[in-house]
T-cell receptor, first 116, second 117 residues
């Protein structure tokens, strides 16, 4: 089945130690998104890629970076994690072409990040 | 800026009964999409139902239906014949009509739905 895959599902890192979260998709979608979701809150968009074009949200801290080496993969890098960065990180994709179904976002299962 | 408001942080319903989750939104645009997403505990978020703003007819998907009131900017979700598997956090979300890159979702704060056996 076509899907959005996130690895690892659980990640523990130390305060200040860089960490990378991974997302891959078999849907061949043009757009990939990274969200941060804290407990019992709505997902907060960090940034998204339309193909290779990177779109950062204005309030995303510089501590968060992203890479998209090809259509299938997208990475979230947290350069110096703080305790406040502990959250669920969701990856999502959408087709990004004109049409009724292009607006639907497909979510991965998320990576739960713990910062010690 | 667009905003989405869900005024019910928690709801509960007896199994097999009907429940309605509320959502209001604010936008100056006329062409947009509205969604209800479901996020079960420890499971991934999935789309429940979608409504295009230009359509007057309310969307339905099996036991799920919406009441879309464009003038009132209201978009409620009705779940009929509630099942245990419906227990989840439900998010209302908005996006402008897709136009090569502006598919960003604005989410509400969510409603946690509990199903009582």
């Amino acid at each position: 089945d076509a899907m959005v895959i996130q690895n690892p599902r659980y990640q523990v890192t130390q305060f200040g130690k860089p960490v990378t979260l991974s997302c891959s998709q078999t849907l061949n979608h043009n757009v990939m998104y990274w969200y941060q979701q804290k407990s019992s809150q709505a997902p907060k968009l960090l940034f998204h890629y339309y193909d290779k074009d990177f779109n950062n949200e204005a309030d995303t801290p510089d501590n968060f970076q992203s890479r998209r080496p090809n259509t299938s993969f997208c990475f979230l890098d947290i350069r110096s994690p703080g305790l406040g960065d502990a959250a669920m990180y969701l990856c999502a994709t959408s087709r990004g072409v004109w049409g009724r179904d292009s607006s639907e976002q497909y979510f991965g299962p998320g990576t739960r990040l713990t910062v010690t | 800026a667009q905003t989405v408001t869900q005024s019910q942080p928690e709801m509960s319903v007896q199994e097999a009964e009907t429940v309605t989750l509320s959502c209001t939104y604010d936008t100056s645009e006329s062409d947009y999409y509205l969604f209800w997403y479901k996020q079960p505990p420890s499971r991934q978020m999935i789309l429940v139902i979608r409504q295009e703003a230009y359509k007057q007819q309310n969307a339905t998907e099996n036991r799920f239906s919406v009441n879309f009131q464009k003038a009132a900017k209201s978009f409620s979700l009705k779940i009929s014949d509630s099942q245990l598997g419906d227990a989840a956090m439900y998010f209302c979300a908005y996006t402008l009509r897709p136009n090569f890159g502006n598919e960003k979702l604005t989410f509400g704060t969510g409603t946690r739905l509990t199903i009582i056996p």
